[in-house]
């Protein structure tokens, strides 16, 4: 594949064009039995975000380092389906997350580490009341950004 047409297939809409038809003895067992619903559809072709961009600095000396990741994702669409025809759909906006992290060296065998990702504490927009499960979901677990907001942790790395 050459550079410009794999650029132009990375610009292109992911899109099932074709499915096979359910096999005959699950059809059997239920005539309106599907293998691919509006789930997998959702899942293949609007839920994951078109546009993604990442940026990222660093800054460093003989004992510093520091690293910015800056994150952007452009909006994506989710479908559920709960029976009886009820399909309700959401549009979720397009989410941005910074990500920051400090390493001190002290020697070759001597390393500290303190970061935030997500540092500004970021979370995706609220799911509607349709598909949040009574509540128990107010974000979508297929979120770029994750559901849990601001992450920070701490590590000291040695070696021998």
Do not use: C
């Not at 546009?51 to 994150?71: D, E, M, P, Y």
């Not at 070759?108 to 598909?131: H, M, Q, V, Y």
């Amino acid at each position: 594949m050459t550079d410009s047409s794999a650029r132009d297939w990375m610009l292109k809409n992911a899109e099932i064009d074709q499915v096979i038809t359910t096999p005959g003895a699950l059809q059997a067992l239920d005539a309106s039995f599907r293998l691919i619903g509006v789930e997998e559809f959702n899942t293949i072709e609007e839920s994951s975000p078109r546009q993604k961009a990442n940026l990222t600095g660093v800054w460093s000396n003989t004992s510093w380092q520091l690293i910015s990741r800056l994150h952007y994702y452009g909006s994506a669409v989710r479908v559920f389906n709960f029976g009886g025809g009820f399909e309700p759909r959401q549009r979720y906006g397009s989410e941005t997350a910074l990500d920051l992290e400090l390493v001190r060296t002290f020697s070759e065998s001597l390393t500290f580490r303190l970061g935030s990702n997500n540092i500004l504490d970021n979370f995706p927009d609220r799911s509607s009341a349709d598909i949040n499960f009574f509540g128990n979901l107010p974000h979508d677990v297929l979120s770029p950004i994750g559901v849990n907001g601001r992450y920070v942790y701490a590590q000291v790395q040695t070696n021998f």
